[in-house]
T-cell receptor, first 113, second 112 residues
Framework: EAGVTQFPSHSVIEKGQTVTLRCDPI?????LYWYRRVMGKEIKFLLH????????ESGMPNNRFLAERTGGTYSTLKVQPAELEDSGVYFC???????????FGQGTRLTVV | QKEVEQNSGPLSVPEGAIASLNCTYS??????FFWYRQYSGKSPELIMS????GDKEDGRFTAQLNKASQYVSLLIRDSQPSDSATYLC????????????FGAGTQVVVTP
């Protein structure tokens, strides 16, 4: 069974540009999460989808971040326009049930220059 | 005060010894507790989950939970060089079961 996959693995963009990250969760997992780790800090929650609905987006930093999960399958996280402080590793995770541990993808390392 | 606290390490452990990692959390209503292992440049890998007070064993790993004292620990028995990694403690958020709060992680180095 395939795990959580994320694309791209690395992205380097200039300040002000737009970047879209993609996540394919484990098949059958209704719960999908986005997390971020900025340098030197702990992993921080961004948001949680249950199927196609946003269950909790309390961790989204500002309105430059837009997450979607059309059809309840894969998800995208768009940053527009990107700022320097958006640099970090963006992890996607999925789980079958709430309260269970989530399985993480390999992450997308975003560098904004 | 951080919501989930761990010693950053590095924790140096001789091969074959027991590695003991601790984690404290601030929110009393948390119900789910997890340990993740993360190798450098890789994704966090779920290795243990615990929900009730007491011990839970899985192979060489034992998780211990004490909700009254708000701490959770991980023991790694017969430590191997392949156990060298950063271990992340994660706790479900009080306001959202789906939201994990992570500690900064403890780096473990197993020396041959």
């Amino acid at each position: 069974e395939a795990g959580v996959t994320q694309f791209p693995s690395h992205s380097v963009i200039e300040k002000g540009q737009t970047v879209t990250l993609r996540c394919d969760p484990i098949s059958g997992h209704d719960n999908l999460y986005w997390y971020r780790r900025v340098m030197g800090k702990e992993i921080k929650f961004l948001l949680h989808f249950v199927k196609e609905s946003k269950q909790d987006e309390s961790g989204m930093p500002n309105n430059r971040f837009l997450a979607e999960r059309t059809g309840g399958t894969y998800s995208t996280l768009k940053v527009q326009p990107a700022e320097l402080e958006d640099s970090g590793v963006y992890f996607c995770a999925s789980s079958q049930d709430l309260g269970w541990g989530a399985f993480f993808g390999q992450g997308t390392r975003l560098t904004v220059v | 005060q951080k919501e989930v606290e761990q010693n950053s390490g590095p924790l140096s452990v001789p091969e074959g010894a027991i590695a003991s990692l601790n984690c404290t959390y601030s929110d009393r209503v948390s119900q789910s507790f997890f340990w993740y292992r993360q190798y450098s440049g890789k994704s966090p890998e779920l290795i243990m989950s615990i929900y009730s007070n007491g011990d839970k064993e899985d192979g060489r790993f034992t998780a211990q939970l004490n909700k009254a004292s708000q701490y959770v620990s991980l023991l790694i028995r017969d430590s191997q060089p392949s156990d060298s990694a950063t271990y992340l403690c994660a706790v479900n958020g009080a306001d959202s079961w789906g939201k994990l709060q992570f500690g900064a992680g403890t780096q473990v180095v197993v020396t041959p």
